[in-house]
């Protein structure tokens, strides 16, 4: 079994900072590309940021420099540095991750559940 879960979500005022981690484990033999979607209300999932193995990443049009992505491989962990939040990036934010295990050898992708995060004054 392969488990993503998320943390570091919360209320979070205007212009402030969160970071968000996930963390896969599981009986895992390798994980590709790690990233992060956002799903507000009403709207559909959206693209915030990947990374693969190698360190190659992209971001979500919107993000503009202030959110970052990086992931440390030892630790099957990926994270998300946000900073100059906006009441626009209230959403919940979910982990995926591309892994590859034992009984799955051409790996298939995996979605944590969901950490809320929430920019208000």
């Known amino acids: 079994q392969v488990q993503l879960v998320e943390s570091g979500g919360g209320l979070v005022q205007p212009g402030g900072s969160l970071r968000l981690s996930c963390a896969a484990s599981?009986?895992?033999?390798?994980?590709?590309?790690m990233g992060w979607y956002r799903q507000a209300p009403g709207k559909e999932r959206e693209l915030v940021a990947t990374?693969?193995?190698?360190?190659?990443?992209d971001y979500g049009d919107f993000v503009k420099g202030r959110l970052t992505i990086s992931r440390d491989n030892a630790k099957n962990m990926v994270y998300l540095q946000m900073n100059s939040l906006k009441p626009d990036d209230t959403a919940v934010y979910y982990c995926?991750?591309?892994?590859?295990?034992?009984?799955?050898?051409?790996?298939?992708?995996?979605w944590g559940q969901g950490t809320q995060v929430t920019v208000s004054s």
């Open positions: 995926n991750a591309f892994i590859v295990t034992i009984l799955i050898s051409n790996g298939r992708s995996f």
């Open positions: 599981g009986t895992i033999f390798s994980i590709g590309t």
């Open positions: 990374i693969t193995r190698g360190g190659t990443t």
